[in-house]
């Protein structure tokens, strides 16, 4: 009999009759990878509470969800549990306009960057950003540290932009600074990796593993990316009883309405910026060449960096796109039930009524 509550599962709420608990470890296409008490199986959704006029939330990797037995046949996945943490992105394919889920229920996210070419403060604070908002403690992990002869510079230009934010210079070929990583794997604890292509995830998971659970790619040497060595979503076990959901690398993460704090998670990580906002001469200043402009005298000093600034308008850009989308599908889906309701009279009656 395997525990769920070692995966971090907390029965708020009981199964119906013929309803069992499980977690999902791995998503592939429409097939996901459950463990339940009874041990591992596969299941697909159904169809009728998922794709229906009032579908579930799809699940993905760290997802508890109730399934049903089907003899012969996947089980059937009937019902998405709430969440105490979530992930998501915008569709990053072109033309990409809806969510896709990452990963839920974790406790930390380990924002992983490497020390060589991929080193990069602008996407560091974004994934910051995206981090506070799912509700998760942030880490950075700054990797291949052995690659480099001093950390000191980078280390120091991280911390800048993420006062109070737990950081770790590590190596996972020389193992250095990989003991420092044990106050988060406890366990029943999850973590989520989360970084672009080449920045060492893979070899990171088979280092904690004790086992080459992952193949590792070499990365290009004119850019220091690397291949797609996770082509999916995975939660795997520590032999510690902590658990690392592992994902494919992403270089690029756009902003997503899933939660109202998404203004809030960007104000968080640039704090500094915030609270000089509303200082200068004029109350409408758009911060470009008005005089009085308290960001541009700052900017001028060297007290904010001007590619930080601009960073912060991009995200809030984002932010605001993503609220106003929010409530432009709240108005579809309002006009939508109106044409419904309309239709439907119609049918009746042959009359409109409202």
Same mark, same amino acid.
């Given at each position: ?180 990583? +044990? =106050?988060? *794997?406890?366990?029943? /604890? ?6 672009? $292509?080449?920045? #060492?995830?893979?070899? &990171? ?36 009883g902590s658990h690392i959901i592992d994902t494919p690398g992403m270089r690029e993460l756009g902003m997503w309405e899933r939660s109202e704090s998404i203004k809030e998670s960007v104000s968080s990580?640039?704090?500094?910026? +915030? =609270?000089? *906002?509303?200082?200068? /001469? ?6 470009? $060449?008005?005089? #009085?402009?308290?960001? &541009? ?58």
């Amino acid at each position: 009999m395997i525990n769920l509550q070692q995966y971090g599962y907390t029965q708020r709420e009981a199964p119906n009759e013929g309803e069992a608990p499980a977690c999902v470890t791995a998503v592939h296409r429409e097939r996901y990878e459950l463990v339940t008490e009874s041990g591992s199986t596969f299941g697909k959704l159904k169809t009728s509470l998922y794709y229906g006029s009032h579908p579930q939330p799809f699940p993905t990797v760290g997802d508890f969800v109730f399934i049903k037995d089907a003899p012969g046949n996947d089980c059937q996945i009937v019902k998405t549990l709430p969440r105490k943490s979530y992930f998501s992105r915008l569709d990053p394919t072109p033309g990409g306009h809806k969510e896709q889920a990452i990963a839920a229920n974790f406790d930390t996210v380990f924002i992983m960057q490497s020390l060589n070419q991929n080193f990069n403060l602008r996407r560091l604070e974004r994934y910051l950003a995206l981090t506070l908002q799912s509700g998760a403690m942030p880490v950075i992990v700054l990797t291949k540290v052995d690659l480099i002869d001093d950390s000191g510079q980078q280390i120091d230009e991280v911390e800048a932009i993420a006062p109070g934010v737990d950081i770790m210079a590590i190596s996972s070929v020389t193992g250095q600074g990989l003991s420092a990583l +044990e =106050k988060y *794997l406890l366990p029943g /604890r999850v973590c989520v990796f989360l970084g672009s $292509s080449g920045v #060492g995830k893979s070899s &990171l998971l088979n280092a904690l593993m004790g086992a080459d659970v992952m193949t590792v790619t070499e990365i290009r040497e004119d850019d220091a990316r690397g291949r797609h060595t996770t082509t999916h979503r995975q939660l795997f076990t520590l032999p510690c009883g902590s658990h690392i959901i592992d994902t494919p690398g992403m270089r690029e993460l756009g902003m997503w309405e899933r939660s109202e704090s998404i203004k809030e998670s960007v104000s968080s990580v640039f704090a500094d910026i +915030e =609270k000089k *906002l509303g200082n200068c /001469r004029f109350t409408d200043c758009r911060h470009q $060449s008005e005089p #009085g402009c308290v960001i &541009l005298e700052a900017i001028s000093v060297g007290e904010i960096d001007s590619n930080r600034w601009e960073s912060y308008q991009k995200l809030q850009r984002e932010a605001f796109y993503a609220e106003n989308k929010l409530e432009a599908i709240r108005q579809k889906s309002a006009r939508n039930k109106d044409i419904a309701v309309w239709s439907k009279n119609r049918r009746k009656t042959g009359k409109v009524k409202w």
